[in-house]
């Protein structure tokens, strides 16, 4: 029982609750997970010991996993969310959020052999540790101890919902009490480091990093330290390239440090990828799918797309989309050449096979019509245009009106073609055909499920 | 000799009677560049000294290292005639030939295919020891099938003298077999627009000579000469100077027979009066120590001087010395192009047909019929030449009516244009620049009329690879061409630096554009890069422009050459296969069955030549020949890959409803099976999916297309592996040339690369034999190295693709080749090495 208490961290939340006076808690969990649901909530509703409080199982997302689904929340009124394993720490949401991270048990020893074998020679190197969200429980102890002995390593922090750290941070700081000294103080200088390191330090992919400038990032080797699957590691390999990063997998029985170009194929993919930015080029109408709960990030970023489509004679069209499927995008297909999906930094979607056209993310889709770049390489997952690109963008496309006024009137007849097409596919309910089908007896239809019907036999 | 002048090229441009377009064709190593050598030092570009050894066409470096064309080049060159008799309609007495050196080697059968398009007569050139060869045959064929008038010149005849030591009645009877080989494939084309294109010495439209000794002659020149010494009509003589005409020196008088009453051997006149005095010259000239006199005497008889100098030369260069003073090769090839060529007014007329793709009476038609000066222009763009500017092209071909000026507005259709979507693939802008091609060099024009072959300065970026560039507004463009060649080995390229991929793929598109016979492909599903061509060497070539030119600067990672495979499907599906929908609403049912191979080779012809897929003719002949079934055929819903490929999707359901409103997914899934087939991913071949049966939900939101895609395309997956799935693998057809003692080797490799032999032909009066095979390409790799290797260097194969072969082992068997192919492939892809199990995409009701 006190195990599963602690790998769900029963305490920690039922202490977030209390402190957030909440009525209505909804606990959102991957599919992996959603077994343990019912006993959570159980283990939940005996520690708080209050019927008013109300249980949400959100068993299915509209949104990907990683991310906090305050879509669905608000559809039962919640005014709390907890957040159940990986996450990409993309949400902003204006409600209490707490995240909890399924912890893996790792070798705090075995790590630090890792890493003394690794740069036995060179212990001075400047050295960035991320981490996955995993192993967030030991990284402080892990940190100091590998502190002592790299003193240019240098650590990121998970940049966590803001509301969930005020008040969890008293928390902490009783807990602390109970513990050493030693580690008390280490912990508080941990925590102003923090601090001040969040005032002005980059922010990105759910991490403050250590420094204050992207471009200070190739001077360090980055280190990985978490699973080697792990999406977040996929995304910032992707990012700031796969060349840079060694990966320490803790979960692994012999812990050693590997390449990351070498564990996966990225070049493979950064091949395929481009062969994806190179379509783009070609392709007429493009859709771009919202498919975040994050509106006011997305805007600017659904403006500058829309201009860089115009701007290069395309035709772009909105669409809105809770997760993005491809069976949703095969709607589409008749109208629409390519996608771009505007999602959390974890949304880049690999394998489109299933998928009958191009899906790509906000960058690629720069990299294909912005002629001003030049590709280094990386795919950036974090994108963010800001106010000098759009208007950068607007001032182009004012010069170009004036030249090609005609053209434009015919691209506005286009984009009304496409509109007034994707109109008449609108779902307008099932087919009622009042007054057109004779009167007839009632016949005996179809009964059982779609899979197979009851009266079905195999042909074969 | 002339002095090469570019204004009298420029004068001569405007007056196409006195034009001639050719272009030199052979095979592989039969001498063409060298022999144009000749022409062109005759015009006055290079000094006679150097003509057979400078292949001045031969402009890349590559080319004059190897000894071997891969990029036809194109020439000017400025003649004058002797005045008295000039062709009948010919306006003055000079004459400009624009001249293109085609490559051999059959890897490089597209820039041939290139270069007839833009000449009106071909100059075969035939090695007369090894005779004519495949690609002899190939490139003969395409020029006929273009409307190309050939001439032939039998080239290399040194080597039957000095190398073999045949006497002049062998050589004789060497020349009969050459050009009976040549007439036998020009018999088979009878065209009534072309008239008798058959050829014979006797009408002089045949050359015999040494291209490296710089010599060359008709039987015309010698019927000349003897006609002054003889003071007879020339007419008279020539008759006598070829076929069964033998000279009776007793009774003094011209016999049909070999042998007099008496039973002496009688020598032949070509023998005596052609072929042997140039033999007697060489034998010589070979001891030139022992018999000066009777050598001073045969010099005087054919009126060579020689100053003091030469007479010390050795006798090798003394022979090629006498010989181009003799016989020198550009006269006779010179008349033989001006006299039995046509000119571009004479050729149009009955070209224009083979051209146009529009009404042969609308204006374009009738301007390119009459090679009008003053009509519409209408520019054929053959091929894409790189300039010295990096990354930019010129754009070659001929203007077949009206003037072309520099700064001229023109309209463009490339090669996706046709008169249904009239928007696409055309663009309206200025010519830069006009330029003559003068082989390395070029030469600025402001302005070329009709008939002649130039270069377009500041168009590439519109065009592909061909086009047609037009003033007209209604203007068709001209037919596409059909290449014979296929790109069918491939190699994959990557970047050793990802960030240099953009450049890569900006290499790649040039790469493509320069090289009508090339192919790049990105996959996106496997992330290659692939660079698709003809062969080994192709490829190479290929791979070295693009590192040293294309790409400079960037590193290139290359892959090992690989083939391509075909699926296919050996019997028809042992189950009706079934897929249902996402949603579980619909449901798809559907069986494979194999196509015939001649209904599949209909297809592919038809679509090959017509592009547009004229169904009628199609579906008539699967009526009549194949005997099917008319309510079936009348119900083929697609073709595939690409709307055009040989596998059929065919609807045997009665009364479906709604059944038209999948037709358009069902043939989308179709696309997307045919194009990657179950096994591999390859394309599938031959393949004939017929529908079943189909449920459909009674709600289209519910049977829109994003459920009947995934159907369709799982369901033909199902009936693809369920009907004995198969690989096919691309075939070469290897034509080796052997001396017949080492064939025993050629025999040896063959087997061991899996190689069927169809046929072993003796080439005649030569040690050489002719092993026809079929060489699976996948062995073909290094199959050149391992030849030589196994023969000493003496025997040459050209190989080319011929046919797809099923590969009879079970691909899904574990153990067997095909097995092996199919992960190998797979895992290229970055797939799993084996395909999901049938259940996969059978669904169970």
């Known amino acids: 029982m006190e195990n599963f208490d602690e790998q769900f961290s029963i305490t920690k ?89 399924i912890p893996t048990k790792i070798s705090i020893q075995n790590i630090i052999s890792a890493f003394e074998t690794e740069f036995s020679t060179q212990k001075t190197k400047q050295m960035i540790l991320f981490y996955s969200t995993e192993v967030e429980n030991s990284i402080s102890g892990l940190y100091l101890q590998l502190n002592k002995t790299f003193p240019n390593l240098k650590r990121t922090f998970l940049n966590l919902p803001k509301n969930e750290k005020e008040k969890v941070k008293k928390l902490e700081q009783k807990q602390e009490k109970e513990q050493e000294l030693e580690k008390e103080k280490a912990k508080e200088e941990e925590k102003e480091q923090q601090q001040q390191q969040e005032k002005e330090n980059l922010k990105i992919f759910g991490r403050v990093l250590p420094i204050t ?175 000098d690109m759009i208007a950068n963008l607007e001032k182009k496309l004012k010069q170009s009106f004036d030249l090609i006024l005609i053209e434009q009137q015919n691209q506005k007849q286009i984009e009304n073609l496409i509109i007034s097409r994707s109109e008449t596919r609108s779902f307008k309910g099932l087919e009622t055909r009042l007054g057109e089908n004779k009167v007839t007896k009632i016949e005996e239809g179809l009964s059982g499920r779609a899979s197979q019907y009851q009266d079905e036999i195999d042909l074969n | 000799m002339s002095k090469y002048s570019l204004e009298k090229i420029l004068e001569l441009m405007n007056h196409p009677s006195n034009i001639r377009n050719i272009s030199v064709i052979a095979h592989v190593d039969h001498g063409k560049t060298t022999l144009t050598d000749s022409m062109v030092s005759k015009a006055g570009i290079i000094s006679t000294k150097l003509a057979g050894e400078k292949r001045v066409m031969d402009t890349r470096k590559d080319e004059q290292l190897r000894c071997i064309t891969i990029k036809s080049t194109a020439i000017s060159l400025y003649y004058e005639l002797d005045e008295q008799s000039l062709p009948q309609d010919s306006d003055g007495n000079s004459f400009l030939i624009n001249l293109i050196d085609s490559p051999g080697h059959v890897d490089f059968s597209s820039e041939v295919t290139a270069a007839l398009r833009v000449s009106d007569g071909a100059l075969v050139v035939v090695d007369c020891v090894s005779g004519a060869f495949v690609q002899t045959e190939t490139v003969l064929n395409q020029a006929l099938s273009e409307r190309v008038k050939p001439v032939l010149m039998i080239n290399k005849v040194d080597r039957a003298i000095l190398e073999l030591q045949l006497e002049p009645e062998e050589i004789y009877q060497q020349f009969v077999k050459v050009i009976e080989s040549i007439n036998v494939i020009i018999s088979s084309y009878e065209d009534e627009y072309l008239g008798d294109i058959i050829i014979g010495p006797t009408k002089s439209n045949v050359a015999f000579g040494a291209g490296k000794q710089g010599w060359s002659f008709t039987l015309n020149q010698f019927a000349e000469m003897y006609a002054k010494k003889w003071n007879m009509p020339k007419e008279k003589i020539l008759k006598r100077l070829w076929g069964d005409n033998f000279w009776d020196p007793k009774r003094k008088k011209w016999v049909k027979t070999k042998k007099d009453k008496e039973g002496n051997v009688l020598e032949r006149g070509f023998c005596k009066y052609v072929i042997g005095p140039i033999c007697q010259l060489f034998k010589l000239v070979n001891q030139k120590e022992k018999n000066e006199k009777a050598l001073n005497k045969l010099l005087n ?83 894409m030449i790189p300039t010295k500017k990096k990354g930019r092209f010129y754009a070659f071909g001929r203007v077949f009516s009206g003037t072309i000026k520099s700064g001229q507005k023109v309209t463009i259709l490339g090669q996706n244009y046709s008169a249904e979507f009239p928007k696409k693939d055309r663009f309206i802008t200025k010519v830069q620049n006009t330029v003559l091609m003068m082989g390395n060099k070029i030469e600025p024009l402001i302005k070329c009329c009709c008939g002649n072959m130039i270069g377009l300065v500041g ?37 050793k630096k990802i960030q240099n991929l953009p450049k890569l793929i900006e290499g790649m598109q040039k790469l493509e554009k320069a090289d009508s016979c090339v ?246 009066g030569s040690n050489l034999v002719i092993i026809k095979s079929d060489l699976p390409i996948i062995e073909s790799f290094g199959f050149n190295a391992d030849l030589r290797s196994a023969t000493q260097g003496k025997a040459f194969e050209q190989c080319v693709f011929d046919h797809w072969e099923v590969v009879e082992e079970d691909p899904l068997k574990e153990g067997t080749r095909a097995n092996k192919w199919m992960k190998e492939t797979r895992v290229r892809k970055g797939l799993e090495p084996v395909p999901f199990p049938l259940e996969h995409y059978h669904d169970k009701l």
């Open chain 1, 13 to 101: 939340t039922v202490e977030f609750i209390q402190k957030n006076k909440s009525t209505r808690v909804i606990l959102q969990l991957p599919p992996k997970l959603l077994q343990f649901s019912s006993k959570i909530e159980k283990h939940l509703k005996k520690a708080l010991k209050n019927d008013k409080i109300s249980f949400f199982i959100l068993a299915g997302a509209s949104t990907r996993h990683c991310c906090v689904d305050t879509v669905s929340s608000a559809r039962v009124f919640g005014d709390l969310i907890v957040h159940y394993g990986h996450s990409c720490l993309s949400s902003t949401a204006q409600i209490p959020i707490l995240n909890i991270f």
């Open chain 1, 213 to 387: 400038d992207i471009t200070q990032l190739s001077k360090n080797q980055l280190i990985w330290l978490g699973s080697s699957t792990n999406p977040t590691l996929f995304s910032l390999a992707l990012t700031f390239g796969a060349e840079n990063f060694l990966v320490l997998d803790p979960e692994k029985e012999y812990l050693e440090f590997e390449k990351m170009e070498r564990m996966q194929p990225m070049r493979r993919i950064l091949m395929k990828r481009y062969a994806l930015i190179e379509k783009a080029k070609k392709s007429e109408n493009i859709g771009i799918v919202v498919g975040t709960t994050n509106p006011k990030k997305d805007l600017q970023i659904v403006k500058y797309l829309q201009l860089l489509i115009k701007n290069s004679k395309k035709k772009s069209q909105v669409i809105s989309m809770g997760v993005v499927k491809s069976l949703k995008l095969g709607n589409f297909v008749h109208d629409l050449d390519l996608f771009v999906v505007i999602g959390c930094n974890e949304s880049l979607i690999l394998d489109q096979s299933d998928y009958y056209r191009p899906v790509l993310v906000p960058d690629e889709l720069d990299l294909a019509l912005n002629h001003d770049r030049e590709w280094d390489g990386t795919i950036n997952l974090n994108f963010y245009p800001n106010h």
């Open chain 2, 301 to 383: 008889g054919i009126g060579v001087k020689l100053t003091n100098e030469e007479r010390e030369e050795e006798s090798k260069e003394l022979l090629v010395t006498i010989m181009k003073k003799f016989l020198p090769a550009a006269d006779a090839l010179i008349e033989m192009i001006i006299y039995h060529l046509p000119s571009p007014k004479v050729a149009q007329r009955y070209r224009v047909q083979n051209l146009y793709a529009g009404d042969q009476n609308d204006e374009c038609a009738q301007a390119i019929a009459n090679c009008d000066p003053d009509g519409p222009v209408m520019m054929y763009v053959s091929k």
């Open chain 2, 459 to 495: 168009v590439d970026d519109y065009l592909v690879k061909t086009g047609t560039i037009t003033t007209h507004e209604n203007a068709y463009p001209f037919k596409q061409m059909s290449f014979t060649v296929s790109p069918v080995v491939r190699i994959a390229i990557k970047p």
């Open chain 2, 519 to 764: 192919k790049c492909l990105i996959d996106e599903k496997s992330g290659e890069y692939i660079i698709a061509g003809a062969g080994e060497l192709h490829l190479e070539i290929c791979l070295k422009d693009l590192k040293d030119d294309y790409c400079k600067g960037i590193e290139i990672i290359s892959s090992d050459p690989v083939v391509s495979f075909s699926e296919t499907v050996t019997q028809e599906s042992s189950q009706v296969c079934l897929a249902k929908s996402a949603n579980n609403h619909n449901r798809l049912f559907v069986k494979a069955y194999p196509l015939e191979e001649g209904i599949i080779n209909t297809i592919e012809k038809v679509n090959k030549d017509q592009k547009i897929y004229s169904t009628n003719n199609f579906l008539n002949t699967l009526t009549t020949k194949y005997s099917w079934d008319k309510k079936f055929v009348k119900k083929i819903w697609a073709f595939g890959p690409e709307q055009t490929g040989p596998n059929l999707l065919i609807d045997t359901t009665k009364g479906i409803q709604y059944l038209n409103e999948i037709k358009s997914a069902c043939s989308a899934g179709f696309q997307s099976f045919t194009g990657v087939g179950v096994l591999c991913n390859e394309p599938v071949r031959g393949v004939k999916i017929e529908i079943k049966d189909v449920k459909l939900h009674a709600d289209s939101i519910h049977r829109g297309e994003n459920q009947v895609i995934p159907m369709a395309i799982n369901s033909f997956y199902a009936s693809e592996l369920t009907a004995k799935p198969r690989l096919m693998e691309p075939i070469f057809l290897c034509e080796i040339s052997v001396p017949k003692y080492i064939s025993g080797q050629v025999y040896n490799l063959l087997n061991q690369k899996r190689g069927i032999v169809l046929s072993e032909i003796p080439k005649e």
